[in-house]
Each structure stands twice: as C-alpha cells, then as structure tokens.
C-alpha cells in the first residue's frame, strides 16, 4: 500500500522532492543499520580476528561459513577486531535506539512478550516494559529531522500491550515485520512464517503475501526492504534503514538455498542449517548493496553491519571455547564470545568525490583494533547528519568518526561496562573491561546477603590472555581491587540498578 500512496504523491510533487532530495543527499546521506540477530565475530567467512601485528587472523571458522557479500563490504570498508554489544537481544536494541548503555536504559534483560522477564533476583525496577518515549530514539530524532524511517525484521523492543511492542511507537514512520517478538515461528514460507506450521504464538506479522510460497524469511524482509527504499527515494527523502534480521537466531532452520554447501562439512545438522541461516543473511547484504548501486544511491549510503550479541552457533558448551573459537564463551555469558560481535561501516560505494563521504571519511579494507561499541552508533549518524541530539538525554557513545577514518581515536577512554543484574546462561554478573584489564563481579544473589557476602571475582588480561584461559584475581590483588573501584563508579554514574537478595535486599559491588 505504501509504495503505491507515495507514487501519488510523487506524481503530484515531483518536482519538489526531488530538489528537496538532492540538496539533502549532501548532508542527509542514507543510512542503514544491518542487524544480524545472534551473529557472533567468527561466524563468518571474514576475520575480525587479528594476529600479534594486527593483521586479520583466519580460524576454522571462517572457513566453515560463506559470507560473500560480507567480504565485499568488509573490502569497501573498515572492520573492528574488538566490538561490543550486550550480552543478550533487547539490552543492545535499546541501546541502538537510545545511545545509552543497558545499566543506564535499564532494559537489562531480553524482553518477554508475555511479561516480566525479572527473574528471581532481578531488580524490581528494570525496565521490562522497554523504552516509550520517541523524542529521543534514534529513529525518532533522525524522523524530526527530515528522514524517512524503516523498520525491517525483527524488534523485540517491548512486550505485547505496551506502546514499545511495536517499531511505529517508537519513530518508525514504517514497519514491517517488527513486533514483541524475538524469533520467529517459522523461517519458511510454506509454514507462513509460523501462521500455517511452526510456532504459531509467534508469527512473523505483515508478510501474508509470502505465506504458502518458498520464499525463505531473510528473502521475504530483504523483499520487502527494497520496496521501501524505493518508496523513499520514489518520494525524494533520505532514509534510515534498520533492517534487522531474524536470522540467525533459533530455530536453526536449514535454507534449501545453501544446504549443499554444508552437507559434506562433518559438522551436526543443527550446525549446517546454522550455516544456511548466515549464507542467506549474506545473501540479503549483497542483493542490498546491488539494490543501492542500480539505484544510484550506493555513494550516499552509509552501511553499519553488526550483531546483536555473542553468537549461539550450536557447536558446543555455553562457557567452553567453541561458538566463537577462539574466544571463549557464547550469547548470555559473560565471556568475550557472550558480548563480542561483528561490526563492518562502509559506504555502499566508496567514492571520495561524494560530499557525504568527505564528512565520514571510511577506510577502506582496513580493521580497527580500538574497541567500539553498540553505544556508539547513536552519536557517529546525529554528528554525521548534523542533528543535535535531544535536550536532557545523556549519551553513553563516543564518535566513531575518527576509527572509521583508520585512526585511534586519543579521547577514547578504553572502557566497556556490561552490567546484568539477571539470569541467563551467565546470571547476575557486570563485566568491567579498561584498556587490557576485563574484571567480571559475580553477584550470586542465591547465596549473597545485601552485604555482597558470597560474591566472586574473576580478572583477565585480554593483552597477554585474550581467550580468557587464567583467571588473575588471586595473583593480582592491587590491579583487582583498583578496577572493583572503578567499576563501583561506573555502575555509580549510569545510575544503575542491582539484583536483589532473597529479603529483596539490594546486593551492591563489595570491594575485594
Ligand atoms: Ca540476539
């Protein structure tokens, strides 16, 4: 329906958008932020890992998967070695909308549909309803500013019956098949995306014209995202894209599409049909940037590829070196591979002529070794756009600007908080990363009382020890206790919340 009001307007309008169209291209380039739901660092045929030199590292990974559209972007531009997001869905999405890290957001936990995802000593007053308020999301800002704003895919920003349930609540001028929930019934369109087979609680909506036939759900949104781009540049107007996959998320479904690549690998069946999920992802990239180039638009948009949070490629123990191998952990832990994820920023097409492109230089084949994070995205597109962000909300981000172009940036202070006052496969933790030092505090509600009694450190030094093999908190007394201190203060100034003891008592940080 949309496509066809906008050709109306254009017909009546033309003209004028048009002009409005090329003035903005300038300073209003297009922007799209590609989500992989569940996408790990490794589980792709690029390397984000990089050797003792900083030069790209492969692992047996990488060999296993096909990501070919993701090695072209990844040669048009740059790549971090070191990305971080939450450890868990709905704390990153937030945190893409809002700039803001999930201590100070306050939606610490992936969202139930069905209601309060607490847990047993979780803090009462998290945020479980998700963030209402549209004057401040990305979307929203980037809505008051003259873009068009899409939604694609999968949100989980909310619960059902609160305005955040769904993507037009929260600055989304459209949305198509993004609601409360965090994966899909069905991947396949014959089951119509759970409506006809699958799990129908949980029903991919707005895709009926697909229902029946076989075309496979990465296909059906990437469909459905090139019809609204055409729609915006049909009506003259700079669009901002999240297209947010569903894949690669369970149920690890096999695309029929790529099942032959994998047939001979020796790896499970899960983990082939894991495999086909990530190749039709990639294959959503590509048909995008061929999308963008046919439309003459690729030099005016700007890509940022990421996931959501550690993978969960079905390959082996939650805590063991397997999802990610090398990295230890998986989604949900409070390891490297819990929280670490892949992150390309690329212009669709490079061109150094373009204006846009003058604004955010972007490196091109290059990888970033200084840490960036899912924070950071918020404040890279306002700056870039020109917008200032809202009064009175506080941004936890940084500019990427300076690590696009290829550079360290020198104000960047070195630091990740991850703060997860819940349970999941790791449960009740907050991980306190500054410069090579990673501090994890283990809250263990189940046996603290409120003055932390029974809580538990561990200390790496992801320099020396970066697949988190030897646990320092015994041998480095002086290092643990200055981080505690720092980390008490962090969690301090984003005003975070705490888990709970069994009285409902708060259980705060205790100092080594
Ligand atoms: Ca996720």
Redesign the pocket.
Known sequence: MLPRICSTLVAILGPLFVMGGEAAAADRPNVIIFLV??MGPLDTSVPFMVDAAGQPERYPLNDFYRTPAMEQLAARGIRFSTFYAMS??SPTRTSLLTGQNAARHRVTQWIRSEGNNRGPFGPPDWRWEGVQDAAVTLPGVLRGAGYRTIFVGKAHFGPIGEPSEWPDNLGFDVNIGGCSWGQPGSYYGEDGYGAIRGNKRRTVPHLEKYHGTDTFLSEALTLEAEAAIDAAVAAGEPFFLDLSHYAV?APFQSDPRFADHYADSGRSQQAQAYATLIEGMDRSLGEILEHLESLGIADETLIFFLG??GSDAPLGPAHGHTSSFPLRGKKGTHYEGGMRVPFIAAWAEPNPDQPCQQRLPIAAGAIQQQPGTVMDIYPTILNLAGIEPPANHPIDGVDLAPQLAGRTNPRRRDRFLMHFPHDHRSSYFTVFRDGDWKLIYHYRPDRSDADGEGARYELFNLGSDPFEKHDLAAEEPMELRRLAGEMTAALAAEQALFPVDKAGGEIRPVLP
């Open positions: 739901d569940d868990v869905c998320h959501d949070n």
